[in-house]
């Protein structure tokens, strides 16, 4: 039936077997390889309804002794590669989402209880798990995506209000939300002087202008000897000489 040539066997085109030519020898020889198959994703199998889930599952599909079927193993056939669970969440979710009562519980041997209800019921909540195409669960989120900010940090000159000799320069993207933080816990008011909006990359430069006038009294290293009246003044034109005005 072969011939051998060498050590490969073949087999001539000619020879039939039961008026159908046999396979090609590379599939005779060849061993079978096992395609993979990635496993499906936790769907709705929304051709099932409950009467296809007894027919199919038979007598996998508990009843306890008032004749309720068990919840979890319908929705086991419901639901496709689901762990209990996620099935568990689900039936939670679909009941909050619909307000739908809580469903009796029968106990089918040792351990916890287990939701049961009528095939009224399941077919109800079949209906619910089928409404949409995606499983139902915790409602996507409506509010409004704010777009990324463009804008920059602003320069500002604040003082404490009981002392006029002594101001502050420094940069924040929210200049009211910084001078709160800075009142807060004080027994005094904090004033903003100026803003220069979009300036507060130039923060390093102006606290080198002013080094000299860099206050040595406490640890912070954004307040500087300047009056309250001229510092205003003094930062818009040490900006201007930058060329940043």
């Known amino acids: 039936m072969y011939k051998e040539t060498g ?34 994703s936790v769907a709705f199998e929304s051709s099932m309804n409950f009467a296809n889930i007894i ?58 209880t287990t939701p049961v209800a009528t095939a009224d019921e399941l077919e109800l909540l ?23 900010t463009l804008s920059e940090d602003a320069l500002y000159v604040m003082r404490y209000s009981h002392d006029p000799n002594y101001v502050k320069i420094g940069r924040s993207r929210n200049v009211e939300g910084r001078r709160a933080s800075l009142e807060a816990g004080q027994n005094h008011r904090v004033e903003v002087l100026v ?22 009294l406490g640890a912070g290293r954004e307040w500087f000897a300047i ?6 003044g003094a930062v818009a034109k040490a900006l201007f000489d930058m060329g940043a005005a």
């Open 7 to 40: 050590n490969v066997f073949t087999m001539p085109e000619n020879l039939f077997h039961q008026g159908k030519p046999f396979p090609p020898p590379e599939a005779v020889i060849v061993p079978r390889v096992f395609k993979y198959r990635p496993r499906r």
């Open 55 to 112: 027919e199919a599952a038979g007598d996998r599909i508990r009843v306890s002794p008032e004749g309720k079927y068990s919840v979890d193993d319908v929705m086991k056939y419901a639901m496709s590669d689901s762990s209990q669970a996620h099935r568990c969440n689900t039936y939670r979710r679909v009941r909050e989402q619909f307000d739908l009562r809580a469903a009796d519980r029968a106990n089918f041997g040792p351990g916890c």
């Open 126 to 148: 079949l209906g619910l798990l089928f409404a949409s195409r995606r499983p139902v669960g915790r409602p996507r989120s409506t509010r409004c995506v704010r777009p990324p």
């Open 195 to 216: 803003i220069f909006p979009g300036k507060g990359r130039l923060e390093g430069r102006i606290h080198a202008h002013f080094d000299g006038c860099r206050s040595a």
């Open 227 to 232: 009056p309250a009246s001229d510092a205003a």
